[in-house]
């Protein structure tokens, strides 16, 4: 698998578990914990495209994204070490987290010089990358998690490009490349999380 910002998760992980302990003794579950998550994303998402085309709020974006980063740890580790597995986290879990990066998303096609078109695409690309990783367990591979544009490394490129928008009056037209550069990105990933989940399903 190509290095994406994904294989850090282990580490990422082990800072949150003394706060997923604690949660899981306070009663709180992993579905609780996704579900969470996804309202808040919603909530951020429409709130800094209500207020596009002002800038300030796109940094609420990179706040958000590394807090939601802890929130999807910290809900499977509730499920994995805390015995909380269960079919509706496992639907849960895939569809709140395309909700949430369409809604996180969707604010940065009303920004010059970002196109309204290319945001669209990669909305689109990045619930078929994460259809296409879910799609390995029907036959007989692992949930993949290929790059080189996965979960992790979109949470990056937006937080990145949300961190940018709010701390500059406008974007310089070769930002443009931004989103068709993710675009293509998103398109590979695709290719390799099928490809290599058909190869993992042939390895005896």
Known sequence: MP???????????????????????AGATANQVTLAACIVSVAVGAFVAWQAPARWPFLLVPVWMFLRMGFNAIDGMLAREFGQ??????????LTDVVSDAALYFPFAQVSPLSPFWTGLVIVLAVISEFAGA????????RRYDGPMGKS????????????????DSLPEWAAYVMPLIAAMLALTIV?????????????
């Open 3 to 25: 290095p994406t910002i994904y294989a850090l998760k282990p580490k990422f992980q082990s800072l949150l578990r003394p706060l997923t302990t604690a949660l899981a003794r």
């Open 85 to 94: 597995k269960s079919r509706l986290g496992a639907y849960l879990n895939e």
């Open 135 to 142: 799609l390995g367990a029907t036959v007989g591979a692992s």
């Open 153 to 168: 490394d979109r949470a990056f490129m937006f937080g990145a490009m949300g961190l940018w928008i709010g701390m500059t």
């Open 192 to 204: 390799n999380r099928v490809s290599r989940g058909l190869a993992e399903s042939k390895t005896p």
